[in-house]
């Protein structure tokens, strides 16, 4: 069992910064992956970054490569996703989470068991 707790999200100007935290408790192993995901009103749950724990490999969605930035501290068990220039249309609830999937399916939110409880971030237009 894992467990995942987000905090960081809020609304800030088109332009603007924000960093995200997931913080996660319970059992990982090696084989498990850390994704971060957002949901759009009236839109599926889309990947955005992710990495896998036994590999320093990073993905990013096209929509936000140059812009986000995920990055770990293994000590505290907490992923960050630090988001830069942000724009409206990044608005969304943003989720972490875990999973073991295979490579190619690394961006399927199907293939994580475990969910955190969703950040809002707002970016007006």
């Known amino acids: 069992q894992v467990q995942l707790v987000e905090s960081g999200g809020g609304s800030v100007q088109a332009g603007g910064s924000l960093r995200l935290s997931c913080v996660a408790s319970?059992?990982?192993?090696?084989?498990?992956?850390l994704g971060w995901f957002r949901q759009a009103p009236g839109k599926e749950r889309e990947y955005v970054a992710g990495?896998?724990?036994?590999?320093?490999?990073?993905y990013y969605a096209d929509s936000v490569k140059g812009r986000f930035t995920i990055s770990r501290d293994n000590a505290k068990n907490t992923a960050y996703l630090q988001m830069t220039n942000l724009k409206p249309d990044d608005t969304a609830v943003y989720y972490c989470?875990?999973?073991?999937?295979?490579?190619?399916?690394?961006?399927?939110?199907?293939?994580?068991?475990?969910w955190g409880q969703g950040t809002q971030v707002t970016v007006p237009s």
């Open positions: 989470a875990v999973g073991r999937p295979i490579l190619s399916a690394l961006r399927l939110p199907s293939h994580y068991m475990y």
């Open positions: 319970g059992r990982t192993n090696s084989d498990t992956a």
């Open positions: 990495f896998r724990w036994k590999t320093d490999n990073l």
